[in-house]
């Protein structure tokens, strides 16, 4: 059984950067996994931010809305997944989630994934 546990969400003001945490426990073979990250806002759909793919060589996928701002990336040893944000907006303010199926990225958008984590909740003012 996979769990995920996410940390580092803050108020921040607009500009600021932060970065996210989903630490990873159970039977993971994380480097057969799609590690993904998701955000809800209030009274909106969940919205995929970016996802990685570590068996293949640590591709990466970003949603357009954050592309040049966010950056995804794993740490294999801490079993570890990150999203660093920079240059927040306001519209980055949700509740951002972080996901694994035991596959490649391949239409990760879509949102269909074995295992979620609670969230950690991001505000931008």
């Known amino acids: 059984q996979v769990q995920l546990v996410e940390s580092g969400g803050a108020s921040v003001q607009a500009g600021e950067s932060l970065r996210l945490s989903c630490v990873v426990s159970?039977?993971?073979?994380?480097?057969?996994?799609?590690m993904a990250w998701f955000r809800q806002a209030p009274g909106k759909e969940r919205e995929a931010v970016a996802a990685?793919?570590?068996?293949?060589?640590?591709?990466?996928y970003y949603h357009d809305s954050v592309k040049g701002r966010f950056t995804i990336s794993l740490d294999l040893s801490k079993n570890t997944l990150y999203l660093q944000m920079n240059s927040l907006k306001p519209e980055d303010s949700a509740m951002y989630i972080c996901?694994?199926?035991?596959?490649?990225?391949?239409?990760?958008?879509?949102?269909?994934?074995?295992?979620w984590g609670q969230g950690t909740q991001v505000t931008v003012s």
């Open positions: 996901a694994t199926d035991p596959r490649a990225c391949g239409g990760w958008w879509s949102g269909v994934f074995e295992c």
């Open positions: 159970g039977h993971t073979a994380t480097t057969r996994r799609c």
């Open positions: 990685i793919y570590p068996g293949g060589g640590d591709l990466t």
